[in-house]
């Protein structure tokens, strides 16, 4: 049991308070099944183990669960290769598991949103095999095919040209070659996951069938993967040169070429308005996009003013975070100009995909307590990925033993090189097992040996030793999540960022109607006083963060929540 007990506050009273719809004031917490509780101790999460841990995520105060796939599977990409969209892979559990999980979510008033990967299939789908038989069976066009246009070399030489010179976002071309058919397939990803064809109406129907038929269950919405991807170039013209190497957030071109006729398509956001239909004919369900390319470019997958696209997307630029007031000022005033109100932003430091945040911060508790508290108080909806709360970190596991396919594909670079350019290529490292307790495997799980390995500091981070300590990251995010829950300001309030506060500080006010309330952190290693009038301290961060009569004191990575008189 922590220290701080969950609000008293039923599912029902929540509903009655609102006024921004609940997905654009709610709070989400990425589970990892895999990586989260076994409970039949067979070395693997599963969804039985989820149940068991509710408790956990509700007392901390979270009130959305994204829980990635686990769907059947070959696992090929642990998941994100589906096999099949309404069935649930053994390992993970039954489908009673699942509807079950929806239940003890929503009888503890919380939310579920499942993980829709509708851009590819794993090659072992059914739909695929079928596919790929013949030019002419009736699911022929359900995935991108398309002729060499010549032979490469001499006439049966077996070398053939590519379709066009299109890169996969994992680099290299995303065409392959299915000697079956004797045509090529696109994969915008991994090889063995061949992208539907979205512009064949009986793709598009299927899928929204399929995301009926989990929100017909209770699914409270979904994450949908590369949602961005979904539509390519229906010209399949050539993508320009560019001389970047390796994508970033903000500009998705690498591999020597801009991806503008592979990404952010206009169909694609036409496709966001259709979702987001399907969606609301079970009244207001979470949407929430991953995308990649410019800020101005990814809101437009929110749809027109009325933000009638998706409900919310990833803003991934700042996964890569300088720990600096500056640096988090900037982003503020940047995502408040693009993503106003109806829109709403989403702040995310770490995922199963990318370095976890507490590496970025060199392993120092007392910026990711201060990283969080930022996260929790600031306009938008924040994601936090299991594990996050407890401050674990990267893992370092050897490339050759991987079971992520991405290391195997890039094999033959050094690994100092990703270490130089701070990319986490092995994802692996971030998806090792929940660090429960100091039992035997961290107390994830009773197996003798694990998926992948407990890393190493599970004696001194985890749940339980945090539970114990009152200024422990687990207690503050418990704190600030109730602090949160308790101000409605906090949730759906405007927010204004404050001038002339001293160096490394930022400070920002939250306000809906007469609630007013001000947040003040102190990115620097030293204490900082200075003149603020408020009239009541809520939280303080580190015992030096004081607030008396009209000034302000922060120490190192300090912070304060400050009530202000309306
Ligand atoms: C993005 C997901 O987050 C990642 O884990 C996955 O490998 C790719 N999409 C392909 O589905």
Same mark, same amino acid.
């Given at each position: 049991m922590g220290l701080f007990p969950p609000s008293k506050l039923g599912f029902l009273d929540k509903i009655t308070a609102m006024t921004l719809p609940w997905y654009h004031k709610t709070t989400i917490y990425q589970i990892y099944p895999r990586s989260f509780y076994d409970s039949n101790a067979d070395g693997i999460g599963d969804l039985q183990g989820i149940i068991q841990k509710l408790d956990y995520i509700h007392g901390l105060g979270f009130e959305t669960m994204w829980i990635s796939p686990f769907f059947a599977s070959p696992q090929a990409d642990l998941g994100y290769d589906v096999s099949g969209y309404t069935d649930v892979a053994p390992e993970y559990g039954t489908m009673a598991d699942g509807l079950k999980l929806i239940e003890e979510t929503h009888q503890r008033g919380?939310?579920?949103?499942?993980?829709?990967?509708?851009?590819?299939?794993?090659?072992?789908?059914?739909?695929?095999?079928?596919?790929?038989?013949?030019?002419?069976?009736?699911?022929?066009?359900?995935?991108?095919?398309?002729?060499?246009?010549?032979?490469?070399?001499?006439?049966?030489?077996?070398?053939? !040209?590519?379709?066009?010179?299109?890169?996969?976002?994992?680099?290299?071309?995303?065409?392959?070659?299915?000697?079956?058919?004797?045509?090529?397939?696109?994969?915008?990803?991994?090889?063995f996951q061949p992208d539907l064809n979205y512009r064949n109406p009986e793709v598009k129907k299927t899928m929204f069938d399929i995301v009926r038929f989990w929100l017909a269950k209770g699914v409270d919405g979904f994450r949908l993967d590369i949602f961005n991807v979904i539509f390519k170039d229906a010209e399949f013209? !050539?993508?320009?040169?560019?001389?970047?190497?390796?994508p970033t957030d903000d500009d998705p071109s690498g591999f020597f070429q801009q991806a503008k006729y592979t990404l952010n398509q206009p169909e694609g956001f036409e496709f966001a308005e259709q979702f987001r239909q399907v969606c609301d004919e079970f009244g207001e369900r979470l949407s929430l996009g991953e995308v990649s390319g410019n800020r101005q470019l990814i809101r437009k997958f929110l749809g027109g003013q009325k933000n009638d696209g998706l409900t919310l997307v990833f803003d991934f630029a700042?996964?890569?975070?300088?720990?600096?007031?500056?640096?988090?000022?900037?982003?503020?005033?940047?995502?408040?100009?693009?993503?106003?109100?109806?829109?709403m932003p989403v702040y995310v430091f770490s995922n199963h995909d990318r370095r976890r945040s507490m590496d970025r911060l060199g392993n120092d508790l007392r910026k990711a307590r201060l990283l969080s508290m930022f996260q929790l108080t600031v306009r938008g909806v924040p994601c936090m990925y299991y594990g996050e709360e407890i401050g674990m970190t990267n893992s370092r596991l050897p490339f050759a033993a991987a079971l992520d396919p991405i290391p195997h594909k890039f094999q033959f670079v050094p690994?100092?090189?990703?270490?130089?350019?701070?990319?986490?290529?092995?994802?692996?490292?971030?998806?090792?097992?929940?660090?429960?307790?100091?039992?035997?495997?961290?107390?994830?799980?009773? !197996?003798?040996?694990?998926?992948?390995?407990?890393?190493?500091?599970?004696?001194e981070v985890n749940v339980e030793v945090e539970n114990k300590d009152r200024s422990s990251l687990l207690n503050t995010v418990r704190t600030l999540l109730n602090i949160r829950r308790d101000f409605q300001s906090l949730q759906e309030g405007s927010l204004e960022l404050l001038k002339d506060l001293p160096h490394h500080i930022l400070g920002y006010k939250r306000r809906l109607q007469n609630e007013m309330v001000c947040v003040l952190l102190n990115f620097g290693e030293t204490q900082k006083t200075f003149p603020f009038s408020a009239e009541e301290r809520l939280f303080h961060l580190t015992p030096a963060?004081?607030?008396?009569?009209?000034?302000?004191?922060?120490? !190192?990575?300090?912070g304060l929540i400050l009530k202000l008189a309306s």
């Open positions: 919380m939310r579920i949103v499942f993980d829709m990967v509708m851009n590819h299939t794993s090659s072992e789908h059914p739909w695929f095999k079928e596919s790929r038989a013949s030019r002419d069976n009736p699911k022929a066009d359900w995935y991108i095919w398309k002729d060499s246009p010549r032979p490469l070399l001499e006439e049966g030489s077996g070398v053939r !040209a590519k379709p066009n010179n299109w890169q996969s976002l994992t680099g290299g071309s995303g065409w392959h070659f299915d000697r079956q058919r004797g045509q090529f397939y696109w994969a915008s990803f991994l090889k013209r !050539a993508n320009p040169f560019s001389f970047k190497l390796i700042m996964l890569n975070f300088k720990f600096t007031a500056g640096y988090f000022g900037e982003l503020i005033q940047d995502i408040e100009a693009t993503y106003p109100d109806p829109f690994r100092f090189v990703f270490d130089m350019l701070g990319i986490t290529i092995n994802r692996d490292d971030v998806r090792t097992p929940m660090q429960w307790d100091e039992s035997v495997n961290a107390g994830f799980s009773s !197996a003798p040996q694990t998926w992948l390995p407990v890393y190493e500091n599970y004696r963060d004081v607030h008396q009569e009209n000034s302000a004191r922060l120490g !190192a990575y300090g």
